[in-house]
């Protein structure tokens, strides 16, 4: 019985069943989490889907940006790039029930208590409790109804800080842009996304989320996280696992293993 966390699939099926048949992976027994973007831009969005959801509870994901994207291009919000190479999946006969399944789940997965896994990672001034708050808030108006206007209104880079007066769609853009999108932090903690160079050529005003201070975590809690995949994996801290190895780029796929902190990977 062994827990995994994969980084980001972005439709690369033949490479997901690649790592899960080097990992021996067997859904009676196992659990396979993911770091979100399991669809765009690979070459089978569809197969990925179908068979992360047929794992059924064996299965835990939280959602990414090019997820959120999906969501807004089947509604029509948005066009679909062909670069995002998603048409076999939006044109599927069962894409409603693909879409209601990928709509249930969370910006943020609590493990084990201190192990916090998302998309992009934890917003410096936030605790590993607020960030299940904030997951939370954007979840019930993910899984409601009239949830299309939630996806209608959450494009836009503003707000760039967190205060904790903010409210609606400010609240929520500021929630979903931190968990799905962020990637460097201003020095006072304000959002900045014109920058996705590796952290060694960053300009000196900004910096990595996971190198500002957070006085919220704790030092025996963890953040697992994909996103960035120039990073290729290194953090230089232990409390910070990146798992987006850039297999949709050529490089690799990579699974932590929960039970005795080994990362597996395979070769594009
Ligand atoms: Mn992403």
């Not at 690369?12 to 396979?32: E, M, R, V």
């Not at 232990?238 to 798992?243: D, E």
Request: glycine share 6%.
């Amino acid at each position: 019985m062994t827990d995994y966390v994969v980084g980001d699939i972005q439709g690369c099926y033949a490479g997901l069943k690649q790592l899960l048949h080097t990992i021996d992976f067997n859904p009676s027994k196992d659990h396979l989490y993911a770091v979100g973007d399991l669809v765009a831009r690979g070459e089978d969005s569809l197969g990925v889907i179908q068979l992360c959801y047929g794992l059924g509870d064996s299965f835990t994901s939280v959602l990414g940006n090019h997820d959120l994207h999906l969501l807004a291009i089947h509604h029509g919000l948005k066009k679909a790039k062909p670069s995002d190479n998603l048409d076999a999946l939006l044109n599927h006969k069962h894409i409603n029930k693909y879409i209601d399944w990928l709509r249930a789940w969370p910006l943020a997965h609590c493990y084990n208590n201190n192990t916090l896994i998302t998309h992009a990672g934890l917003y410096p001034s936030w605790s590993i409790a607020q960030a299940n708050m904030m997951s939370d808030e954007i979840h019930a108006q993910l899984i409601h109804k009239k949830y299309p206007k939630l996806l209608a209104k959450m494009y836009g880079n503003q707000p760039y800080s967190w205060h904790s007066n903010l409210a609606g769609m400010e609240r929520n853009r500021f929630i979903i842009n931190a968990f799905t999108r962020m990637r460097y932090v201003s020095t006072h903690g304000a959002l900045d996304f014109a920058s996705k160079m590796h952290p060694n050529d960053a300009p000196n005003t900004v910096t990595p989320w996971f190198e500002h201070f957070n006085p919220q975590l704790r030092p025996h809690q963890q953040v697992i996280f994909g996103h960035w995949a120039s990073l290729l994996g290194v953090t230089h801290q232990a409390q910070f696992i990146a798992l987006d190895t850039g297999y949709v780029w050529g490089n690799k796929m990579s699974c932590l293993n929960l039970t005795d902190h080994t990362i597996i990977a395979v070769n594009a």
